[in-house]
């Protein structure tokens, strides 16, 4: 299995400040790489696809980039709305797999 | 806006069998694959498989011994059976649309809770 991880694993910050995640994969996964966002008690909502493709209806304050093993997500100006937690996910190979979080918090 | 809902049982007993099914809303089943996903409480988003509209699989090999996924286009459904659970069963499960790529709609999501 492709193994996925994040950092930081929880952070806050405050309205206004550029924020951003990282996530690596294990091996190589050229592009296939997906970013959510979930609130709790909520399903996950798509923000990224192919690693940096604005998911249609996503705000434009968030970004992906990264190919191969490592990737970024980035809020531009962090919005109160934009609390929750943030996955990445590979769709490479088989089992699809998931990063372990990040718990974004707005101070 | 594609929508999605799972329904059926929120209560399993342990050995026995955790039956769902996800009912689509405008859009049809017969184009995409559709996957489902749980989160057990607490932690990260677990892949379990998903299907095509003519009934192609694929598993995560965690749970591919005790799990089939079914689809039925004639009610723009699909279902996930899973046996024998246990405990380590209990999450959120959700249905969404997608898999070859990462899935973009998702139901709300429903708890299944393994217990006696």
């Known amino acids: 299995d492709i193994q996925m991880t994040q950092s930081p694993s929880s952070l806050s910050a405050s309205v206004g400040d550029r924020v951003t995640i990282t996530c690596r994969a294990s091996q190589g996964i050229r592009n296939d790489l997906g970013w959510y966002q979930q609130r709790p008690g909520k399903a996950p909502q798509r923000l990224i696809q192919?690693?940096?493709t604005l998911h249609s209806g996503a705000s434009s304050r968030f970004s992906g980039r990264g190919y191969g093993t490592e990737f970024t997500l980035t809020i531009s100006s962090l919005q109160p709305e934009d609390s929750g937690t943030y996955y990445c996910?590979?769709?490479?190979?088989?089992?699809?797999?998931f990063g372990p979080g990040t718990k974004v918090e707005i101070k | 806006q594609v929508q999605l809902q799972e329904s059926g049982t929120g209560l399993v007993k342990p050995s026995e069998t955790l039956s769902l099914t996800c009912t689509v809303s405008?859009?049809?089943?017969?184009?995409?694959?559709w996957s489902w996903i749980r989160q057990p409480p607490g932690q990260r988003l677990e892949w379990i498989g998903f299907i095509n509209s003519r009934g192609k699989t694929i598993y995560n090999p965690s749970v591919e011994s005790r799990v089939t996924i079914t689809v039925d286009p004639s009610r723009n459904q699909f279902s996930l059976n899973l046996k024998f659970v246990t405990a380590a069963d209990t999450a959120v499960y959700f249905c969404?649309?997608?898999?070859?790529?990462?899935?973009?709609?998702w139901g709300p999501g429903m708890l299944v809770t393994v217990s006696s």
């Open positions: 405008t859009a049809s089943i017969s184009t995409f694959y």
């Open positions: 996910l590979q769709h490479n190979s088989f089992p699809r797999t």
């Open positions: 192919a690693a940096s």
């Open positions: 969404a649309r997608g898999g070859d790529w990462a899935p973009d709609f």
